[in-house]
């Protein structure tokens, strides 16, 4: 069966440090990875999601970067931490990225930038 | 674009009342319609999902969603709510065509009472 690992699940940062968050699949090959942000009292918003390796795609202008060096290997990295960039950051994979496919979700990390 | 609506941020009910969490969504295309639920630090997972067919889909914890087309709906209900079903719960949408992106509603926050 399929799963999905992200670390670390908690971290605090201060503001203008770097940033690296880890998400890995085990149990399915090219598949469709996504990061999410979910802020405070508000809903999933979509950074970044990637068909492939080295194929991202960002969907909101921010301090965030993404890189996806082995086939199911998703990185989110910032060079400098903002107050702003705290919150809950999800990771989901999907098969092919079919519009009706179920996104599976990761338990998430929880970023607290001081 | 596309944009979800959760009209209540929070709902709290007594244990093994029924409950209603409202969606609406807009959209110039047609859409996939989903409910993901999300339990305390825990990741989202997906509860049930209208793709075609039957506009009532059921999940197997007791849920039901029915897609309402010309009042661009798609309300969660359950007739009788366990403490455990304590969560987050959001609703989604995706174009029926092309690659999938999830844009999701601010989220529920079901809470039960004994």
């Known amino acids: 069966s399929q799963t999905i690992h992200q670390w670390p699940a908690t971290l605090v940062q201060p503001v203008g440090s770097p940033l690296s968050l880890e998400c890995t699949v085990e149990?399915?090959?090219?598949?469709?990875l996504y990061w999410y942000r979910q802020a405070a009292g508000r809903g999933l918003q979509l950074l970044f999601y990637?068909?492939?390796?080295?194929?991202i795609s960002s969907e909101v202008p921010q301090n965030l970067s993404a890189s996806r060096p082995q086939d199911r290997q998703f990185i989110l990295s910032s060079k400098k931490l903002l107050l702003s960039d705290s919150g809950f950051y999800l990771c989901?994979?999907?098969?092919?990225?079919?519009?009706?496919?179920?996104?599976?979700f990761g338990p998430g990390t929880r970023l607290l930038v001081l | 674009a596309q944009s979800v609506t959760q009209l209540d941020s929070q709902v709290p009910v007594f244990e093994e009342a029924p409950v209603e969490l409202r969606c609406n969504y807009s959209?110039?295309?047609?859409?996939?319609l989903f409910w993901y639920v999300q339990y305390p630090n825990q990741g989202l997972q997906l509860l049930l999902k209208?793709?075609?067919?039957?506009?009532l889909v059921e999940s197997i914890n007791g849920f039901e969603a029915e897609f309402n087309k010309s009042q661009t709906s798609f309300h969660l209900r359950k007739p009788s709510v366990h403490i455990s079903d304590t969560a987050e719960y959001f609703c989604?949408?995706?174009?029926?065509?092309?690659?999938?992106?999830?844009?999701f509603g601010q989220g529920t926050r079901l809470t039960i009472n004994p």
């Open positions: 989901a994979w999907s098969e092919t990225g079919l519009a009706g496919e179920t996104q599976y």
């Open positions: 989604a949408v995706s174009i029926i065509q092309g690659a999938q992106k999830l844009v």
């Open positions: 959209s110039s295309v047609s859409v996939y």
């Open positions: 209208y793709l075609s067919g039957s506009t």
């Open positions: 990637s068909i492939g390796i080295d194929q």
């Open positions: 149990g399915t090959s090219n598949p469709n």
